[in-house]
Structure formats: structure tokens, C-alpha cells
């Protein structure tokens, strides 16, 4: 027993020291980051690039698997993601608006993104977003664009449409919604408050537990609806887990969504264009004549210069058919500037940035 416990303090003081030096070295990484930040003030450069983020992240786990390391590609994300955030906030901390309140699922896609340590301006629509990066009051802003079960999310496409803002980054999040309430009993459970679109997520679990004949009262957010649920007895909210936990809401139950693989994507927007990064996504609108042809013909000008579209859908902005397009490509890839030029008085760029590996 003597010989266990030495050993263990031996390998605790091994991890000490290991620390020791990690902490070192971080310390050392900031004082560059502060560096940096100092050169970007002067210049005017953005401080969140996501083309070199993902660079650092593909050079470090190549170089973890030269040496059979224990860190995989995940894990390695996971780390830097965060350091990346810490180091951004130290070179110039920046408001990142997003769609509110706190706990919401735009709220996790953010702190995903920018870490715990950023300052964040929970908003109530969609639109007051856009308009606090738009008056510079926030660097950036985090909004939903589409769900895997309810399409594309029509205001970001308006708003998208109305303002002069770029999209910089995506972000997929895997959607698992609670039930979760103050209520011992599923029968004591007189109303529920959640988002509209929650409901429907979570159709056949409600009626599977007889919940499906109750009242159901939308609310701005999930969040919201935890908030509310903790203070009013006898009722329950759909959340997320991060939601109920926030509020201090007990769980009933956890992943009630009808589909598992029920993903949101969101958008980081700013006042930028992104570099090339090798593996880029473009989005744009597009509004074509009202004649015969006009979107084959447009369409046809992608397929000739061996441009892959992921994405096409309609939309109707103001009154007219606006559609929504997606490809694999960078709008400074020669062959998407020959489509620009081709299509000037037709197209709006929204943004050139990263492609997620994994899409809706």
C-alpha cells in the first residue's frame, strides 16, 4: 500500500510540474497575442480570423499524429478553441450580440465560438442582432439560418438582405431538448412554455406522455420558457439542459426531440471579409428577372464553370422572389469572379467563410 501511495504522489508531482509548464508557455503565447493585437490596432486588421484558427488546428493535429499523441482532432479543437478565445479577448475584448436570452441555443453556439470570457449582448430578435453590429455596438453577431427539421429561418434571410454585414463563420449545434419542471408528477403538469418551434420538435414525446392535449404557451426562447416554468407551479418548460440548469430548473426528462439527429446552423456575422482558407463556402441571394429562364440560365453559368451549389432556396424579401445560394468555393476563386462580373446588378455576397465538415 506504502509503495501505491508513492507512486501516486510521484505521478501528482509529475502532472504538477507538467502544468507548471503548460501555464509557462501559455503565458508566453499571450504575451505574443498581445503583440499581435498591438500591430492589428495599428492596421485596422480583424481580430477573429477563422481561416488561420482552422490552419493552427489542421497543422497541430497532423503534427499529433506524427507522434502518436493522445489528442485527436476533437480534443485538439476543443483546447485551442478556447485558448483562441482567451487570446482574442486579451489582444481586444469585443461584444458578440446574439440571439437571446442567456442559455439559448445561439448563446451555446457563440461561447462555442468565443469563448466564456467574451462580453455577450443577449438580444430579443433576430433583427436588433444585425442592427448592434451594424452601429458598431458589437463585433460580431450569432443568429440561427436553418434547422434540420424546420428549413431555413426566414428573418435572418430578410435581415441578411437588408444589411450590409458579412457572414464570417458557421457553427453546427446538435439540438436535445428536457422537459423539465418543479412537478413530482407528469399529470401535475398543467401548461408548458416553450419556443414554437420546440413544440413541434418534440411532438410524438409530448403525446406519447399524454401532454399533447394541454396548454402550450410560445415564448421568445427556451431559456425563457425555464425561467418562467421555475417560478409558476404547475407548469414546464422545453429547454436545453444548459437552460434548466441556469435557472435551477429540475429535469424530467432529457433528449425528448422526435429526431436525433436534429441540428441547428448558425451564423457569426461582422463587418469583414474573410481570406481563402482552401476550404471555403460562399452564400449569396440572388434576384433574377421575371422572365422565362432566368434562374436556369443562372444556374447553368455555375455548372460551366464547375462550381458545386449545396444549397438553392427561395424567399420571398419585400414582395419579390429572393433565392438564397450556397458552393463550395471562395468569392476570389477565379471562376465565382467571373460569375460575379457576369451577374453584378443580380447578386448580393454575404460572405465567403470556413466549411463546417458536417451540414444540415
Known amino acids: 500500500m506504502q509503495n501505491n501511495e508513492s507512486g501516486l504522489q510521484e505521478l501528482r508531482d509529475t502532472l504538477d510540474s507538467i502544468d507548471d509548464e503548460v501555464l509557462e508557455l501559455l503565458n508566453k503565447r499571450m504575451q505574443t497575442v498581445h503583440k499581435v493585437g498591438e500591430l492589428k490596432a495599428n492596421s485596422g486588421g480583424a481580430i477573429y ?26 480534443a485538439i479543437e476543443a483546447l485551442f478553441l478556447e485558448i483562441f478565445a482567451i487570446s482574442r479577448n486579451l489582444e481586444l475584448p469585443e461584444n458578440i450580440a446574439y440571439l437571446g436570452p442567456e442559455g439559448s441555443f445561439t448563446h451555446q453556439a457563440a461561447e462555442s465560438r468565443f469563448g466564456a470570457m467574451s462580453a455577450y449582448l443577449p438580444m430579443a430578435s433576430i433583427r436588433s442582432v444585425f442592427r448592434e453590429v451594424s452601429n458598431k455596438k458589437a463585433k460580431f453577431g450569432v443568429i440561427p439560418i436553418e434547422n434540420s427539421s424546420n428549413g431555413i429561418v ?46 413541434d420538435q418534440c411532438h410524438r414525446f409530448l403525446e406519447d406522455l399524454g401532454l399533447d392535449g394541454i396548454e402550450y404557451i410560445p415564448v421568445e426562447s427556451t431559456a425563457k420558457a425555464a425561467k418562467i416554468a421555475m417560478n409558476e407551479i404547475g407548469s414546464a418548460a422545453i429547454c436545453s439542459h444548459v437552460g434548466a440548469k441556469l435557472y435551477s430548473l429540475p429535469i424530467l426528462f432529457e433528449n425528448i426531440e422526435d429526431k436525433g439527429n436534429n441540428r441547428t446552423r ?50 420571398i424579401v419585400e414582395g419579390e422572389s429572393t433565392f438564397f445560394l450556397e458552393f463550395n468555393a471562395h468569392k476570389d476563386d477565379e471562376k465565382v469572379s467571373n460569375i460575379f462580373d457576369a451577374h453584378k446588378d443580380e447578386i448580393k455576397f454575404l460572405g465567403s467563410y470556413i466549411r463546417e465538415e458536417d451540414d444540415i
Open 49 to 74: 480570423r477563422p481561416e488561420r484558427e482552422k490552419a493552427i488546428i489542421d497543422r497541430l493535429t497532423e503534427q499529433s499524429k506524427k507522434v502518436n499523441g493522445a489528442l485527436n482532432r476533437v
Open 266 to 315: 448558425f451564423l457569426i456575422i461582422s463587418d469583414f471579409d474573410n481570406g481563402q482558407s482552401g476550404d471555403d463556402k460562399t452564400s449569396i441571394l440572388v434576384k433574377l428577372k421575371n422572365e422565362a429562364g432566368a434562374l436556369v440560365k443562372f444556374l447553368n453559368d455555375f455548372d460551366s464553370k464547375g462550381v458545386n451549389l449545396t444549397k438553392i432556396k427561395s424567399h
Open 154 to 199: 426566414s428573418d435572418t434571410l430578410t435581415c441578411l438582405s437588408e444589411y450590409n454585414l458579412k457572414i464570417i463563420a458557421e457553427v453546427m449545434v446538435d439540438i436535445h431538448h428536457t422537459l423539465a419542471t418543479t412537478c413530482d408528477n407528469v399529470k401535475d403538469i398543467k401548461k408548458i412554455y416553450s419556443k414554437d418551434i420546440a413544440f
